[in-house]
């Protein structure tokens, strides 16, 4: 199994950058790919981005594109997401996710989640 902890939420104000940290343990994490995912309340989850094994692929959903980006470094089990121009819309929960081999983008086909952390943009 691989166990997953995220870390960084907060509260910011609209337009500023906060970066999500999510750290893996257990089974060696450079054979999961990960994703992040996010949900408001009230809403259901959504993707966010998706990073491949390598790091080589990475994708973004519409909404985040060209203000988020996702990263890993699989010699410190580490996954990020680099959040800036933050909006009113991006509150949530943020998950990071983590299966083994090719990235998926339905959160059913995720094996591993972590516990979320809350992102808070005010207007």
């Known amino acids: 199994q691989v166990q997953l902890v995220e870390s960084g939420g907060g509260l910011v104000q609209a337009g500023g950058s906060l970066r999500l940290s999510c750290a893996a343990s257990?089974?060696?994490?450079?054979?999961?790919?990960m994703a992040w995912f996010r949900q408001a309340p009230g809403k259901e989850r959504e993707l966010v981005a998706t990073?491949?094994?390598?790091?080589?692929?990475?994708y973004y959903a519409d909404s985040v594109k060209g203000r988020f980006t996702i990263s890993r470094d699989n010699d410190k089990n580490m996954g990020y997401l680099q959040m800036n121009s933050l909006k009113s819309d991006d509150t949530a929960v943020y998950y990071c996710a983590a299966r083994p081999q090719g990235v998926a983008r339905r959160f059913y086909d995720y094996d591993y989640w972590g516990q979320g952390t809350q992102v808070t943009v005010s207007s």
């Open positions: 990073i491949t094994i390598d790091g080589g692929g990475r």
């Open positions: 257990g089974r060696t994490f450079r054979n999961y790919a």
